[in-house]
């Protein structure tokens, strides 16, 4: 006879007061293990050299949309009065996000199994609706989401194409990579939602320069972050500047919905 296994308790509470049992929840729930930390781990490498790439896709379909575009001007998705300007990819104010982003996705090559990882993942997620930051940055949840979804196809292309990889080890990194997106996602719904609100105490809130953890410098060091004219050392490319065009998959060379191995990366 089949065993039954024992239903595990989940204080409802917790999930919303308690950031490390929501994780340890999540981790539980997404059978996120030691196996998904050494594959990142290891495949961290494979991850950064598609940095540069993923950051100017990334920002090149941000500015497809007036909606996304208008928050690069007016720090808000919904804000709907007159632009006095439009960004493009070389706006000075776009740079300056890139940095971020590419400070960003280098963190999520990080150590996933210190509190830390996971801490700064929710911080990203409360400073996109006003709180924490000197000055307020407001994106409505769905645009969050769907950019995380577009980065996660990006980076699942571009490894499935690595000439070079086993098979098991690009699964092993695509699945771990996913859940730790589909984690951020759920750390970004957690301030957007409105069952948090009985919970929280917005004066509890520290606010703290980008970047920074518990008065702490966590992204955008020298050793995390490529400055924008700078290499990445693995970053393949026949730019001069080593970054590959925007909407050029790094590791096949062909654009980012295309098929194919065209070159290696490493």
């Given amino acids: 006879m089949a065993t039954t296994r ?6 409802r509470e917790d999930l919303y007061t308690n950031l490390e049992a929501r994780v340890m929840y999540l981790h539980s729930f997404l059978d996120f293990s030691s196996r998904d930390i050494e ?13 540069p790439a993923v950051v100017n896709i990334v920002y090149k379909k941000l500015l497809q949309y007036d909606i996304t575009a208008r928050a690069f001007t007016t720090r808000s998705t919904s804000f709907e009065g007159p632009l006095d300007e439009v960004p493009d990819e070389n706006s000075p104010q776009i740079l300056h996000r890139k940095m971020f982003l590419r400070a960003y996705l280098t963190k999520l090559c990080s150590d996933p199994s210190k509190m830390e990882f996971w801490e700064y993942l929710d911080k990203v997620g409360m400073m996109h609706v006003g709180l924490g930051r000197k000055h307020p ?16 196809d990006i980076m699942t292309e571009a490894i499935l194409s690595h000439p070079r990889l086993h098979i098991q080890r ?10 730790v997106i589909w ?6 719904a957690k301030w957007h939602v409105k069952e948090r609100d009985e919970f929280l105490n917005e004066s509890d809130i520290e606010v703290e320069k980008e970047g920074y953890l518990h008065g702490k ?7 995390e972050s490529e400055s924008e004219s700078g290499d990445h050392p693995d970053a393949p490319s026949d730019h001069p500047g080593g970054i590959p065009a925007a909407g050029v998959c790094p590791f096949s060379g062909m654009s980012a919905t295309g098929a194919g191995v065209a070159k290696e990366a490493v």
């Fill in 170 to 179: 690009k699964t092993a990194l695509v699945k771990a990579l996913n859940k």
């Fill in 183 to 188: 984690i951020q996602n759920d750390l970004m």
């Fill in 39 to 51: 594959a990142l781990i290891t495949g961290a490498k494979y991850v950064k050299a598609l940095i």
């Fill in 6 to 11: 024992p239903m595990k308790h989940i204080d």
């Fill in 137 to 152: 940055l407001h994106i409505e949840y769905v645009h969050l989401g769907v950019c995380l979804g577009f980065i996660q």
């Fill in 217 to 223: 410098r966590i992204i955008g060091d020298s050793t």
